[in-house]
């Protein structure tokens, strides 16, 4: 994982995320990184991404899967070798407001 706190990167990588404001905003951007030939590098690194998300919430903060990016814009801006790829990303941060519970549905089986 690299995780994006500098403000001038975060701006780069909102560009090439879907120019998506709040990502230039969010206090980390973090950028899944896997070797693409080993094994479930992709599974294991969506694994510890959907922990994180779980973890984060747990302790106040909010967080975004980002399904909008573009891997290699990324991997340039990051300096990243070319045997690695950017296979997700997230934003992490205090979010502006707290959602209310929507409760649990119940379904009958």
Known sequence: M???????????VAKVSGDQRFIAE???YIVGVVQPDVGYSTVDMAIALDHLSLRAVEVGLGTCWIGDFDPEGIGRILGMPSDR?????????????KPRSRGRRRCAI
Do not use: H, W
């Open 85 to 97: 790829q950017v296979t997700i990303c997230m934003t992490v941060g205090y979010p502006f407001e």
């Open 2 to 12: 690299i995780v994006v706190q500098d403000a001038g990167l975060k701006e780069k």
């Open 26 to 28: 969010c206090s980390a």
